[in-house]
């Protein structure tokens, strides 16, 4: 599928689809529509008339103008209020006409929406990451694709946006990464493994030129990473420590580091998991989105040097398992009191975290989908965001703002820390039921020192049941497009 942005006008359009935006309580037929509704013969006019269609927020119609007509169907496509609409907005009404052309099978699509706060440059790359990201679909463990997924879509034109072309390619190389993330999260724990994983950072360092050490066992042990280590010990699969690096040309205006939590399956170890267990493939959520945050960075070539760092390994059972009430000891001197097997997130995170820290960079962003405690307190559409540093904080809302992409702040409440105390070692793994991401936020801080931090929580968001603005049920690819806008910003 092609899309363009290109100069000519909806009154002079021709093709399959021509889909125009509305604002809320604004839909008078003026000016040009006006005589576009009358080129149509009055269709446009029927429309709204027959469906009350009012502009409201997702709201659509759709009709067919006639036969051989320079148009073929016509819809009208819902923004709500003009007042404070959001890029946001745009992206998801993309979709929402990807979905119609996809449903009626066009194959020319033409796209008339407003201008977002008259940088047409955002309004093309969004309502472009809107329609990429709603048509794909994740085939390849299908033997056959049913004739209703294939797509006819070939052409899609945004029009009066000429001069735009950038940002249609900054929009696909997002959704390149979205769709990475989204394809690593899907794909299950026997095709997705720690080898796996350290193939795809081999791939991207091949494609974009980033440089790749991948520590092994042996390795990590070197550097006394004992809590990773405790938790791949029961693995058939050897773990891998992965980190992967960009580095513009210039000097680098800043230098990151995108930390993922990468349990390729997380049975729950000897604390093992009842119902739901399958589910457990999507808890290298977190090390999926900083792979596709890579690939857009890769492509993208920012001003910013960034590190890709995650320690992948599998949470299974077996006679090396560590038993509960284990004491492992992190790479920074800390030892742990293993209280249950299935807070394991956290102790992969702890070495990552150690190793992160001591590159000396200027802020560390990790995300886990760590907790189900999470997902109680907001939901599968917000992440929990975590950090002592607000003005860090503050840049990951505001890139998560503009990414479309849902998060709340939460307290790092010290007094919570009593909850992890151990009275035998410096911590336990866990505290006490209610506070549950809290305490794990608090676990982490326990392994960065120096660098300014932040931990995002993305249990919910990385999967969905049904289909929702963007994203197709299943893995959403969440939080990538925050994660690429926050290395921009
Ligand atoms: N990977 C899970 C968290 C999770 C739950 C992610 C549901 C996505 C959906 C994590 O390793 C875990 O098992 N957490 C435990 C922690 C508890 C033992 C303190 C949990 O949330 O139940
Ligand atoms: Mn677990
Ligand atoms: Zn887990």
């Known amino acids: 599928m092609d899309i363009k942005a290109i100069a000519t006008h909806r009154l002079d359009w021709t093709g399959d689809l021509l889909a125009i935006g509305f604002y809320e309580d604004a839909i008078e037929l003026s000016g040009d529509l006006a005589e576009l509704n009358t080129k149509l013969a009055g269709v446009i006019e029927a429309l709204i ?57 066009a194959k020319t699509l033409g796209i008339s929406l407003p201008i977002w706060n008259g940088d047409s440059a955002t309004t093309v790359q969004v309502i472009s990451e809107g329609l990429r990201l709603a ?52 794909a299950p724990a026997n095709v997705v493994t720690p080898m796996s994983m350290a193939a795809t950072a081999e791939e991207i360092a091949k494609d974009y030129g980033f440089a790749l ?23 058939e699969m050897p773990p891998k420590f992965i980190h992967l690096t960009y580095t513009p040309a210039g000097t680098p205006r800043r230098k990151l580091a995108i930390v993922g939590k990468g349990l390729t399956f997380d049975s729950g170890g000897l604390n093992i998991k009842g119902a739901g267990i399958e589910t457990m493939k999507m808890d290298m959520g977190g090390a999926a989105a900083m792979f596709g945050a890579a690939k857009a960075i890769g492509q993208i070539k920012p001003d910013v040097e960034v590190h890709f760092i995650s320690a992948v390994t599998e949470n299974m059972i077996s006679g090396r398992a560590m038993h509960p009430g284990d004491i492992l000891t992190a790479s920074n001197g800390k030892t742990i009191e293993i209280n249950n097997t299935d807070a394991e997130g956290r102790l992969t995170l702890a070495d990552a975290l150690v190793y992160t820290d001591k590159l000396g960079l200027d802020a560390i962003v990790d995300l886990a989908t ?48 009593d909850g992890i105390k151990s009275p035998i070692a410096d911590l336990k793994n866990t505290g006490p039921r209610g506070g549950g991401s809290i305490t794990a936020a608090l676990f982490l801080k326990q392994f960065v020192k120096d660098t300014p931090w932040a931990h995002l929580d993305v249990a919910g968001p990385v999967w969905i049941d049904k289909e929702h603005g963007v994203n197709n049920a299943g893995a959403t690819g969440h939080p990538v497009r925050t994660l690429v806008n926050w290395v921009l910003s």
Not at 213 to 232: N, R, S, T
């Open 49 to 105: 008339a027959e469906t009350e269609f009012k502009g409201a927020k997702s709201s659509s119609a759709v009709t067919r103008v006639g036969v051989d007509t320079p148009i073929a169907k016509i819809m009208l496509v819902g923004l709500g209020k003009a007042e404070g609409m959001k890029p946001d907005t745009l992206r998801k009404a993309g979709a929402t006409i990807a979905r119609a052309a996809k449903r009626e099978k």
């Open 135 to 186: 048509l794909h679909q994740d085939t390849r463990f299908k033997s056959e694709v049913e004739p209703k997924h294939q797509l006819k879509l070939t052409a899609v034109d945004l029009l009066d946006f000429a001069g735009n072309d950038a940002a249609i390619s900054k929009a696909q190389a997002i959704c390149d990464g979205v769709i990475l993330a989204r394809e690593l999260v899907a």
């Open 213 to 235: 050490k991948i520590l092994e066992q042996a390795e990590c042990e070197a550097l006394g990473m004992g809590a990773f280590l405790g938790v791949a010990q029961a693995s």
């Open 370 to 417: 760590l907790t189900g405690a999470c997902i109680v307190a907001l939901g599968d559409d917000i992440s929990g965001l975590w950090s002592p540093d607000q003005s860090l904080a503050d840049g990951i809302l505001a890139a998560a703002e503009l990414a479309g992409e849902n998060f709340w702040q939460m307290p790092l409440a010290e007094k919570y820390f």
